[in-house]
């Protein structure tokens, strides 16, 4: 034994911290069959779905829309083919496409699903933007492509007239 001195961290015992409260529920965890084995094992068969799922969304974006995605160019899927997709395989390709066309940075997930939702639940026409990108169905298409710049107010009419209102 090496015989090398610690100290204690109090935050280590801090409810306030994700790391102590895990500490706290690990035993319960254990007894359920939930311990760093049964963790690292259930972390592998997670990582095995996630490839399998981005091979999934590779293959579709290959039959869909095949060919590189050019910058400023509109990305169109045939709305037929990309709504029998699995739904989590249309969710990353949709997300993907957003990614690339938009502007704005990385896709929130909730909003991405929200999306999602909607075009579902379209029966011919639906036009969104997400994250810098216009999303458009309609003809028998879904198409991505980057959204316009949005129009901002002039200083003098932006005090004259709310940008938005809040019901009361």
Same mark, same amino acid.
């Given at each position: 034994?090496?015989?090398?001195?610690?100290?204690?961290?109090?935050?280590? $015992?801090?409810?306030?911290?994700?790391?102590?409260?895990?500490?706290?529920?690990?035993?319960?965890?254990?007894?359920?069959?939930?311990?760093?084995?049964?963790?690292?094992?259930?972390?592998? @068969?997670? $990582?095995? *779905?996630?490839?399998?799922?981005?091979? /999934?969304?590779? /293959?579709?974006?290959?039959?869909?829309?095949?060919?590189?995605?050019?910058?400023?160019?509109?990305?169109?899927?045939?709305?037929?083919?990309?709504? +029998?997709?699995? /739904?989590?395989?249309? !969710?990353?390709?949709?997300? @993907?496409?957003?990614? %690339?066309?938009?502007?704005?940075?990385?896709?929130? !997930?909730?909003?991405?699903?929200?999306?999602?939702?909607?075009?579902?639940? #379209? %029966?011919?026409?639906?036009?969104?933007? !997400?994250?810098?990108?216009?999303?458009?169905?309609?003809?028998? +298409? !879904?198409?991505?492509? $980057?959204?316009? *710049? @949005?129009?901002? #107010? +002039?200083?003098?009419?932006? @005090?004259?007239?709310?940008?938005?209102?809040?019901?009361?």
């Amino acid at each position: 034994m090496a015989r090398v001195p610690y100290s204690e961290d109090p935050t280590n $015992r801090d409810p306030r911290f994700t790391r102590a409260r895990l500490r706290t529920l690990m035993p319960a965890l254990a007894r359920e069959g939930l311990d760093a084995r049964g963790l690292a094992r259930l972390a592998g @068969r997670m $990582r095995r *779905a996630e490839s399998t799922v981005e091979f /999934a969304v590779t /293959a579709a974006r290959d039959a869909l829309a095949p060919g590189p995605w050019q910058e400023g160019e509109p990305i169109t899927f045939e709305a037929a083919r990309f709504a +029998s997709l699995p /739904a989590e395989v249309a !969710l990353r390709l949709l997300g @993907r496409a957003i990614a %690339h066309a938009g502007d704005e940075g990385p896709v929130e !997930l909730a909003k991405l699903e929200v999306l999602y939702g909607a075009l579902r639940q #379209a %029966h011919s026409r639906l036009r969104r933007t !997400l994250a810098g990108a216009l999303i458009t169905l309609g003809n028998g +298409s !879904l198409t991505v492509e $980057r959204a316009p *710049a @949005r129009r901002i #107010a +002039s200083h003098t009419q932006a @005090r004259q007239e709310p940008l938005y209102e809040i019901a009361v």
